[in-house]
């Protein structure tokens, strides 16, 4: 107890000598003070990552608008209020202590005791504490750096020093809001041949493969690039990877997000916020061991997978049913006899390399000698690729996780006995002929998936797995699976598509609830035999949404084709639309503000799913409340992908000539021109957002005073200062109100009129979790309604209500 004078004492002398990015023994700072590196380009300080009382101590950018948190101290363990204090002590290490006590929450390590130990934020991002003025990185006597969270940023090493056994690597928030440790690791793993492994708890998902002197086998478009070098170290004393930035005025990162994707995002500026440049897993092939032991995925074939030649499935029936986990086995079986060889396939990403075996100096025929010299060696390749190849990498065991690519793919030679070698003639250099064998077993796999819709649809059997081909927009061949249900169980589940039995209407047709055997209730969706559009939206709908998987979209059960009938089935959502609820006098009572947030929240994370994290990535062109869906427990689900695109890694912004979507929601650049990007479906969130908040539609909006739509009213009044007026009188009591006046800011920034000045929606998802500044909005886009002739859009071909209308060139 004695020691807390001394310690505000000393804070108050902190104070008068702030602006500085040193303390020193004893010297401490309180929430609410901050550190900034000599540079600029870092900040030091308490933080909590929502609205909760949670505070963290953290390293953030400075230069960045929207708040990004590169490093906490105590990840597992926050403070319940504002008395945190950092301080450093005699012990040398840095200590977070409730001010109020003399608890130690969470201290760093010290290797040896210093007389001077300062603790300084250095302009890398990396808090140091060193002795005195003694600046050699050799020397520190701890550093964050060392103890990386979800963030590696330039200069920093993921990997391990094998004498001290430091190991350095990346682990996930549990969420965007709560930074302690998520399931999600990416690591170096040191067995075999080092590769960089991500992992689902002990599982693992996905892995780099190994180094092969220019980048990691799994990382085919690694190369030389205008924003960063790389480099892999491994000698006796150290393994790890590290980047560089080229320029050093760009801000860019490598995080490992919370849904377990790692990336590379990019600082572009406040309107365009972070920037994914790289993303990995980037594809279903990159799932680890999709295809099993000596199978071999291919993104661009369908299906995906196959096995490698002179294999065969080990379970058929599964494999031709797309369950490939259990993968191949020989066609002819090794045992270690004479004549035994090698076959080569090319283009491939090297398999899991934690059972292999290296030598730097050995060459390849070495290599091959070596490997055949030993019966339970399966393959062997270069280990560097550089100056036509050198070393020598093996591999024990079976194969698992190949993958082949279009570029940069490397070498294998598998072993193989004697018979396999003479089937495929000699075995050196034969470089398509795996790829041919590929595409005529493909085709026995077509056949078989014809073959089994007809036995199933005879067989009428309950559930089971199934695969529909469906082209994707620009010829590129889809296959879907998806469990399929027979027509007589979903017909009896729906007491035969009864009236009773009709919850709405949707983008193709109508829409039933219906109960399973089992008390499963379920949605049924109907293609309706006469719609024209009908088809395309439907095969779209399952293309997209049978991939997708969030908590925030709706879940596609299965599917049921019979006849002419085409029928999708989706968990059914007790609460129905979120229309259904906000404009409605009674109902809207039962969302209260908080209920209200986190569905807007929900929105926005399934949004940005859709446009960032998704494999496919998409634009969903359709927002409105009536395609949001509630859950028992008001969670919100984006449905009806009817009219949703696709679009690729670079490709941000599209053209239509058939402007789809729905009047109120429709931003301008895509109802006059026909352009679609995602800052289209920006300007949608916003508009609910606006309708969220008010309880009124966009759409049909009047005001005595003037002839503004909602857009136009919550901008004038945000303009006046008076946007509390802008909130619906049945949210009850507001005890947050800056909360609200913080989503209106937020809806407005969405629906401005400039597709650019508008943000993405990993900036919104920031700027709703985050207490930063946000910029002051610009006008929105269409903000007049009805009757006015000075709108700073035309609206004049519209017409429905809620209704998802169709225009063919929309000019
Ligand atoms: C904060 O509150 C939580 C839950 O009430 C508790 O588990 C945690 O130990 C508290 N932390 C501190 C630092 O008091
Ligand atoms: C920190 O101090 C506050 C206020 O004195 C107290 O409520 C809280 O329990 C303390 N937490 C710990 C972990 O000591
Ligand atoms: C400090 O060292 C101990 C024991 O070596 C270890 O368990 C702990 O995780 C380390 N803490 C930090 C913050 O490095
Ligand atoms: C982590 O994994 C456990 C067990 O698999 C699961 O219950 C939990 O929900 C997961 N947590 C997150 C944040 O995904
Ligand atoms: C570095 O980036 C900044 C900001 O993007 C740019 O203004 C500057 O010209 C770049 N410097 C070099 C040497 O490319
Ligand atoms: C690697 O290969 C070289 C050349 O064949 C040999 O001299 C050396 O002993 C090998 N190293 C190991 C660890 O086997
Ligand atoms: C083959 O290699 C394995 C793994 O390195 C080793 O355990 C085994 O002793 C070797 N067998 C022979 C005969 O060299």
Not at 165 to 172: H, K, N, T, W
Not at 308 to 318: C, I, S, Y
Not at 792 to 799: D, K, L, T
Request: one cysteine or more.
């Amino acid at each position: 107890m004695g020691a807390l004078p001394t310690l505000l004492l000393v804070f108050s002398i902190f104070r008068i000598s702030i602006a500085v990015d040193t303390i020193a023994l004893n010297q401490v700072v309180r929430d609410g003070e901050i550190l900034t590196s000599a540079g600029g380009s870092f900040e030091l300080g308490f933080f909590s990552p929502d609205d909760s009382n949670r505070r963290y101590l953290g390293i953030w950018y400075k230069k960045v608008s929207t708040m990004t948190v590169v490093w906490v101290a105590n990840r597992e363990i926050p403070l319940n209020d504002s008395s945190g204090v950092l301080k450093v002590t005699d012990q040398g290490t840095l200590a977070i202590l409730n001010g109020s006590n003399t608890n130690i929450l969470w201290s760093s390590n010290s290797s040896r005791s210093a007389r001077n130990p300062t603790a300084q934020l250095l302009d890398s991002g990396n808090l140091v504490m060193k002795d005195g003025n003694d600046d050699n990185p050799e020397n520190f006597l701890w550093q964050s750096f060392d103890y990386p969270c979800n963030t590696l940023l330039p200069g920093m090493k993921l990997g391990r020093n094998t004498v001290t056994g430091l190991d350095r690597y990346l682990s996930a928030w549990k969420s965007v809001d709560d930074p302690s440790k998520g399931n999600f690791t990416y690591r170096l793993d040191p067995s075999g041949y080092p590769q960089l492994i991500l992992r689902k708890g002990s599982a693992v998902t996905f892995r780099s493969g190994p180094w092969n002197g220019l980048r990691f086998s799994g990382f085919p478009e690694l190369g030389s690039n205008p924003v960063y070098t790389y480099e892999f170290v491994f000698n006796e004393k150290e393994m790890y990877f590290r980047y560089e930035l080229v320029n050093s005025s760009v801000v860019s990162r490598l995080v490992l997000n919370p849904d377990g994707s790692k990336q590379r995002v990019n600082w572009i500026d406040r309107t365009h916020g972070w920037i994914l440049y790289s993303s990995a897993p980037m594809d279903s092939c990159d799932s680890y061991a999709l295809c099993g032991v000596y199978g071999s995925c291919n993104i661009n074939r369908s299906p995906k997978c196959e096995c490698m030649e002179g294999f065969v499935p080990k379970f058929p029936n599964d494999w031709d049913m797309a369950d490939w986990s259990n993968g191949c086995v020989r066609s002819t079986p090794l045992g270690c006899q004479n004549g035994e060889g090698f076959v080569k396939f090319s283009g491939v990403k090297l398999p899991d390399t934690r059972n292999s075996w290296f030598n730097r100096s050995m060459d390849l025929k070495e290599c091959a000698a070596v490997c055949l010299s030993n019966c339970s060696c399966t393959a062997y390749t270069n280990l560097d690729i550089r100056d036509g190849g050198s070393g020598c990498l093996l591999w024990f065991g079976d194969l698992i996780d190949i993958r082949e690519f279009n570029e940069n793919g490397q070498e294998l030679y598998v072993r193989m006995a004697a018979s396999e070698l003479g089937r495929s003639g000699n075995f050196k250099g034969k470089k398509r002929e795996w790829v041919i064998v590929g595409s005529v077993s493909s085709l026995g796999i077509i056949l078989l998936c014809l073959l089994l819709t007809l036995y199933l649809l005879k067989k009428k059997k309950l559930r089971k797995k199934g695969t529909m081909g469906y082209n994707l927009e620009g010829g590129q061949k889809e296959d879907v699976e998806l469990p399929l249900f027979d027509f007589a169980t979903v017909s009896k589940a729906t007491n035969h598509f009864s009236i009773h039995n009709k919850l709405g209407e949707g983008g193709f047709g109508l829409v039933y609830k219906g109960t399973l055997q089992e008390e499963q209730e379920i949605a049924v969706k109907r293609l309706s035999k006469n719609s024209g559009q009908g088809l395309n939206e439907f095969k779209n709908e399952v293309i997209y949404i049978s991939k997708l998987q969030h908590r925030n979209l709706v879940r596609l059960l299965g599917g049921c084709i019979h006849d002419e009938e085409k029928m999708l089935i989706y968990e059914y959502m007790p609460n129905k639309s979120l229309d259904s609820f906000i404009f409605d006098k009674t109902r809207s009572m039962e969302l209260d503000w908080n209920k209200r947030f986190l569905i807007i929240n929900g929105i926005a994370r399934g949004l940005l799913y859709l446009h960032q994290d998704s494999r496919l990535r998409i634009i969903h062109r359709d927002l409105k409340a009536d395609n949001v869906l509630l859950d028992e427990e008001m969670t919100p689900k984006i449905s009806d992908f009817g009219i949703a695109r696709s679009f690729g890694g670079n490709e941000t912004e599209a053209n239509t000539k058939r402007v789809v979507g729905t009047y109120g929601y429709m931003s301008p650049e895509y109802a006059i021109d026909g352009l679609y990007s995602t800052k289209s479906d920006v300007f949608s969130f916003g508009v609910l957002v606006l309708e969220i908040v008010s309880g009124k539609r966009n759409r049909g909006f009047s005001h005595p005073d003037h002839s503004l739509n909602l857009l136009g009213h919550a901008w004038t009044l945000y303009m006046e200062g008076r946007s509390m007026e802008l909130i619906d009188s049945s949210v009850g009591d507001i005890h947050n109100l800056s909360q609200v006046l913080r989503l209106i800011n937020v809806g407005l920034l969405c629906v401005q009129c400039g597709p650019d000045e508008r943000p993405s929606m990993s900036s919104v998802v920031l700027m709703l979790s985050s207490d930063s500044t946000l910029p002051q909005p610009k006008e929105p886009g269409f903000f007049t309604g009805r009757g006015s002739t000075s709108s700073s859009g035309n609206q004049g071909p519209f017409s429905g209500n809620g209704i998802t209308i169709t225009m063919f060139d929309g000019r």
